[in-house]
Structures are given as C-alpha cells and as structure tokens.
C-alpha cells in the first residue's frame, strides 16, 4: 500500500490549503483520514471518513475544515479553510483496513505552515 499527499505549504492566517491523497494497492475497503503532528506532541486525528460516509472531524477543525474521498475510496482530500497558526503541523493521510483498530498505512507527510 502506497499513500503519497499532495499540496501542502505555506499560507497566511484565514486562507486555505487543500491536501490531498492518493491511494494505491489497497486491498480493502478503509476508512482514510488525515492526521497531523506538531514536534514534540503526539499525533492527533484531524479528519476521517469511514466507508459508509461518516465522517468525524477533531473539535479544533470542525466548520473549517472538510474531508472527502474521491476514485471509490482510494483517494481522500482535506479541504482547510480559515485556517490559523496553530494548525502547522505535518499532515498525514492514513488509511485503516476494514476490521483493523488502528491506522495500518501511512503516507509520509506534507508541512503545512499558517502564518500569523
């Protein structure tokens, strides 16, 4: 499995940035998400969908930022808009398999850096 992210950079405080993801060898349905990581913190989840289409979004995101998929699953965008300093982090797509309780695949990440 193969997760490779796209468009990150650098925006000032309110604009927008949309990440996105491309997905292949998957061999199961999966939910894909979108975490980020700021140094010296714990990665956290920012956005998920889950096959049947339910989304979760993280209390900091919620009304700013929209996550979708596209190609039958295999690609999941994240569409960020207002966004603040505080959401610089590296941004990682992830994809869990059907019946897995954890994110099994990783991309490798793309900076996203809000200045104020």
């Known amino acids: 499995v193969q997760l490779v992210e796209y468009g990150g950079g650098l925006v000032q405080a309110g604009g927008s940035l949309r990440l996105s993801c491309a997905a292949s060898?998957?061999?199961?349905?999966?939910?894909m998400a979108w975490h980020r990581q700021v140094p010296g913190r714990e990665r956290e989840l920012v956005a998920s969908v889950s096959p049947n289409g339910r989304t979760y979004y993280a209390e900091s995101v919620k009304g700013r930022f929209t996550i979708s998929t596209m190609n039958a699953g295999n690609s999941v965008d994240l569409q960020m808009n207002s966004l603040k300093p505080e959401d610089t982090a590296i941004y990682y797509c992830?994809?869990?398999?059907?019946?897995?309780?954890?994110?099994?695949?990783w991309g490798q990440g793309t900076q996203v850096t809000v200045s104020s």
């Open positions: 060898g998957l061999t199961s349905i999966s939910t």
């Open positions: 992830a994809a869990k398999p059907l019946h897995y309780s954890t994110y099994r695949d």
